[in-house]
C-alpha cells in the first residue's frame, strides 16, 4: 500500500512539475497563468506548514503549563467508546465523509452546468470535448509552445476537482506525518482514533490512500470520469461493505471478510451511477473492473482498494 500510494503520490506530483516548467516555454502566460498556478501549487503548502507550527508550538506550551501532563485519560476513554462500536458504525464513520465529498462535488457540478448554460447557452469551457488526457499529456511535451491550447482547454471545473484534492492530499498527510512523529501536532489528529481501527493505526489511515487515490484519479481523467469513478469509490464502496457486513452469509471463498451479497450490491450501484455519468460502454466497463477490484482485494491483492479503485479505474480509462 505505501509503494503504491506514494509512488502514486511522487507521479502526480512529477507530473505537476513537468507541467509548471512547460508553461515558461510561452511568454504569454507569465503575467497571470504562471502565479495563478504557483500560488494555487504553493498555498496549501505553506498554510498547512503553518498550521503544523502552530499546532505543535500550542502542544509544547501546554505540557509546560501543566506540568508534562496529557490527554491520556481522554484518549484511553476514546480508543475504549470506539472499540465498543459495532462493525457497521465503524464502517459507516469511515465511509460517510467520502459519500459527503462526492454529494459536494456533484452539487458544485450541477450548480455549475445550470449558471453557465444560463451565462452562455453551452457548457463550453467547463468540460473538454477531447476526453483523452493521455492524448493532451503527449501533446504539451510533443509539440512546442502547446501548453497554452491545452491549460486552457481542459476547462475551469478540471482544475476546480484537481486542487481541491491536491489541497486535501496534503492535510491528509500532514495529520498522518504528525501523527506518527509524536513530537509534531495537527488539528485533525484526533480524528484517528475515531475513525481508524487498531490494525490502521499501526500503519497509515485509509482516508490518506483515498486522498492520494482520487487526486491522481483527478489529474489523469477528465471530469465527468472523475465523477464517476469518486462515486464508484464512494457510493458503490460503501453500499458494498454496508450489505455484505448486514446480510453477507455467502462469503468469497479467498476473502472470507468479503460476501457476494455485498458485491453484488456494489456492482448494482456502481452501474447506476456509471449509466447515468458516461453512458452504458463505460458502465459495463467500469462494473466489471470494480467487481474485479473489490473481490481481490485484500486478497490475494494485498493493496487497498481506496487506491485500486480510483487509480485502476483511471489507468483502464486512460488506455
Known amino acids: 500500500n505505501n509503494f503504491f500510494g506514494f509512488?502514486?503520490?511522487?507521479?502526480?506530483?512529477?507530473?505537476?512539475?513537468?507541467?509548471?516548467?512547460?508553461?515558461f516555454q510561452d511568454?504569454?502566460?507569465?503575467?497571470?497563468?504562471?502565479?495563478?498556478?504557483?500560488?494555487a501549487l504553493g498555498l496549501p503548502l505553506l498554510i498547512i506548514g503553518a498550521i503544523v507550527l502552530i499546532s505543535t508550538l500550542f502542544l509544547f506550551?501546554?505540557?509546560?503549563?501543566?506540568?508534562?501532563r496529557d490527554l491520556s485519560k481522554f484518549w484511553d476513554s476514546l480508543e475504549e467508546k470506539t472499540s465498543k462500536r459495532s462493525k457497521l458504525r465503524g464502517d459507516t464513520y469511515r465511509k460517510i465523509p467520502h459519500v459527503l465529498i462526492f454529494a459536494g462535488l456533484f452539487v458544485v457540478w450541477y450548480l455549475g452546468v445550470d449558471f453557465v448554460m444560463n451565462l452562455s447557452g453551452s457548457i463550453s469551457g467547463m468540460i473538454p470535448d477531447d476526453n483523452n488526457m493521455f492524448s493532451l499529456f503527449l501533446q504539451?511535451?510533443?509539440?512546442?509552445?502547446s501548453i497554452s491550447e491545452v491549460l486552457f482547454?481542459?476547462?475551469?471545473?478540471?482544475?476546480?476537482?484537481?486542487?481541491?484534492?491536491?489541497?486535501?492530499?496534503?492535510?491528509?498527510?500532514?495529520?498522518e506525518l504528525?501523527?506518527?512523529?509524536?513530537?509534531?501536532?495537527?488539528?485533525?489528529?484526533?480524528?484517528?482514533?475515531?475513525?481508524?481501527?487498531?490494525?490502521?493505526?499501526?500503519?497509515?489511515?485509509?482516508?490518506?490512500?483515498?486522498?492520494?487515490?482520487?487526486?491522481?484519479a483527478a489529474l489523469f481523467t477528465p471530469p465527468m470520469v472523475f465523477?464517476?469513478?469518486?462515486?464508484?469509490?464512494?457510493?458503490?464502496?460503501?453500499?458494498?461493505?454496508?450489505i455484505g457486513i448486514r446480510f453477507g452469509k455467502n462469503k468469497i471463498r479467498w476473502n472470507k471478510e468479503k460476501s457476494w451479497e455485498g458485491s453484488i450490491a456494489g456492482i448494482i450501484v456502481c452501474f447506476i451511477i456509471c449509466f447515468f455519468f458516461i453512458g452504458i460502454p463505460w458502465a459495463v466497463i467500469f462494473t466489471f473492473a470494480f467487481l474485479l477490484f473489490d473481490i481481490f482485494t485484500n486478497k490475494p491483492i494485498d493493496i487497498s482498494d481506496n487506491l485500486l479503485?480510483?487509480?485502476?479505474?483511471?489507468l483502464i480509462y486512460l488506455f
Open 7 to 23: 509512488g502514486a503520490l511522487f507521479l502526480t506530483f512529477t507530473i505537476i512539475i513537468i507541467v509548471e516548467l512547460l508553461m
Open 27 to 39: 511568454i504569454t502566460l507569465y503575467s497571470d497563468t504562471i502565479p495563478i498556478f504557483s500560488l
Open 61 to 68: 506550551l501546554f505540557k509546560i503549563v501543566f506540568k508534562n
Open 140 to 145: 504539451i511535451l510533443i509539440e512546442p509552445n
Open 153 to 175: 482547454y481542459l476547462g475551469w471545473f478540471y482544475y476546480l476537482i484537481f486542487f481541491f484534492f491536491y489541497g486535501f492530499c496534503f492535510i491528509i498527510l500532514a495529520n
Open 178 to 216: 504528525t501523527r506518527k512523529v509524536r513530537f509534531f501536532a495537527f488539528p485533525f489528529n484526533f480524528l484517528s482514533n475515531i475513525l481508524l481501527c487498531e490494525e490502521e493505526k499501526k500503519g497509515y489511515g485509509t482516508y490518506l490512500y483515498f486522498a492520494i487515490g482520487q487526486m491522481a
Open 227 to 242: 465523477l464517476t469513478i469518486l462515486g464508484i469509490s464512494s457510493i458503490a464502496d460503501l453500499a458494498t461493505s454496508q
Open 309 to 314: 479503485i480510483p487509480i485502476g479505474s483511471s
